[in-house]
C-alpha cells in the first residue's frame, strides 16, 4: 500500500482561495455563453468586460483520482447579473453520479441550487459557516446573490469527475435564479428548459 503525505492548506477568504493548493483554473465570460437567459444582456456584458473577464476560479487539491480519496478546494465567483439573472457555475452531476459532495460557505451570500433526476429542484441558501450537504445523483450549481465575492470550500470523492453535457442537453437547469425586483433573489421556471 503506498500512503500519501497529509496536507495541510489555508483558506484565504479574501483572495478566495485555498492556499498552497496545487491547481487552480478560471471560467471566464466567454466560457459562460448560452447558459443565460438575457442573451443581449449577456452580449452587452461580454462587449463591456470582455469575453477573458473571470467569473469564477477554483483552487483545489487533487491528490489522486482513487476511488476512496478526496478532493479538496475552494471555489470564488464574483457578484453581478446578466439581465435580472445572477452570476452561476456552468454547473454538473457528477460522471460517477452516485458521489456526493460537500460545500461549506466562508464568504459572501450564495445559493446551491440543486436538481434531482426526478425533477425536484432545492434550493439552499449558503453564508459563512453554512455546510451544504450535495447528495449523490443531484445536479448542482452555484450562484452568487450578493453583492461581494461569494467563497465556498468543498470536498467530494476524487474519482466522481464532472458531466457538463446533462445540463447543455436540457437547455439548462429547471429554475433560474433571479433578482425579484427588490434586490433579493427569487426562482422562476427556465423557459428554455
Ligand atoms: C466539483 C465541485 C466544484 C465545482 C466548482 C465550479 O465537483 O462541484 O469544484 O467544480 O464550484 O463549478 P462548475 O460547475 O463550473 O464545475
Ligand atoms: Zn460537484
Redesign the pocket.
Known sequence: MTLREPGIFTVDTVAGELSGAGTRYR?TLGDLEGLYEDKAAFDHLRAQRGADAVM?E?T?HKPSSDAGDM?I?V?RMIPGKVGREYFL????I?AKADRP?M?YGEAGHGLMLLESPEGEVRVIEMRPRTVCY?PPFWI???VNVGAQDLV?T?A?PAD?G?D?DIIAKAGGMRQRIVDDGAGGWTAIDNASW
Do not use: C, W
Open positions: 471560467k469564477y477554483v483545489d478532493i478546494g471555489t457555475t456552468r454547473g454538473h457528477h459532495e460545500y450535495v448542482h450549481r452555484s465556498m468543498f467530494y466522481s464532472q457538463y
